[in-house]
């Protein structure tokens, strides 16, 4: 149907919701997109059939258009741009929605065995030289930490501090997200306001740092201290999260 084929042109490339569990951080994305579809619609397309607090077509919208003439022209219209802006959606962000979390082989040095107690954590950083995480903290919680820490960090970024008290526009989060994501490398300090290991000194913290190589893509975190964090360059703090650590 015609419908279908139209609305499934206009969504957002990516069903970021299927990718991770921070629907703040997925509203985003799709107001990404959103800023792309607009500055390429032909006759306004886009703006008449999104709904713009979630930046999603709508389907109710699409239905109401006339089916001999309204309905396939804009489908036209929409054909002439949407090919090629989707890959290049896709293509952008596909280094996001594909990176994981590095695993003990790739980075042994901040790993211990699942038995070590925080004794053992501190006694084998200061060892190594190397910040160490807590036996808990498993690629899989890192996987879990990193969508939190990526939405406090946006969010921080949109709004120069930890709260955003106003809807971002498209074409700010856009900037933003560029800023952010343009590059083959991503790293930032979060303060996750519990225990996360212990520093290359041997001290248990709550800071850490989270260094994304986009172009693997993989990262990895590693307890930093509490210097560290405030020299970083970018850096947010994650509240409210407990991911069973």
Same mark, same amino acid.
């Given at each position: 149907m015609l419908e279908h084929a139209l609305l499934k042109r206009l969504n957002c490339p990516v069903p970021w919701e299927l990718?991770? $569990?921070e629907p703040e951080l997925a509203h985003w994305l799709r107001s990404y997109w959103y800023a792309v579809a607009c500055a390429s619609e032909v006759d306004g397309e886009v703006r008449r059939l999104? $709904?713009?607090s979630d930046y999603t077509a709508r389907n109710d919208r699409i239905v109401d258009l006339e089916p001999a003439y309204e309905?396939?022209?804009t489908l036209h219209n929409v054909l002439l741009w949407s090919r090629s802006k989707r890959l290049a959606y896709r293509a952008h962000f596909r280094r996001l929605y594909k990176i994981r979390a590095a695993d003990s082989e790739t980075y042994n040095k901040h790993y211990v065995t699942k038995a070590s107690t925080p004794s053992d954590i501190q006694n084998a950083s200061a060892k190594r030289g190397a910040g160490v995480l807590l036996a808990g903290i498993s690629p899989s919680v890192q996987q879990q930490l990193l969508w939190g820490a990526l939405c406090e960090l946006v969010r921080k970024q949109l709004s120069g501090s930890e709260w955003l008290d106003f809807p971002a526009e498209p074409q700010q989060v856009k900037e933003v997200l560029d800023? @952010?994501?343009g590059g083959s490398k @991503?790293?930032?300090s979060v303060d996750f306001r519990r225990p996360m290991g212990a520093t290359k000194g041997g001290l248990l913290t709550n800071f850490a740092c989270l260094d @994304? $190589? @986009?172009s693997t893509p993989q990262f990895h975190i590693y307890p930093i #201290?509490?210097?560290e964090f405030r020299a970083s360059r970018l #850096?947010?703090?994650v509240k409210g999260w407990d991911y069973g650590l």
């Open positions: 990718v991770f $569990d999104f $709904d713009q309905l396939p022209g800023e @952010l994501f @991503l790293t930032f @994304l $190589d @986009l #201290s509490k210097e #850096s947010c703090n």
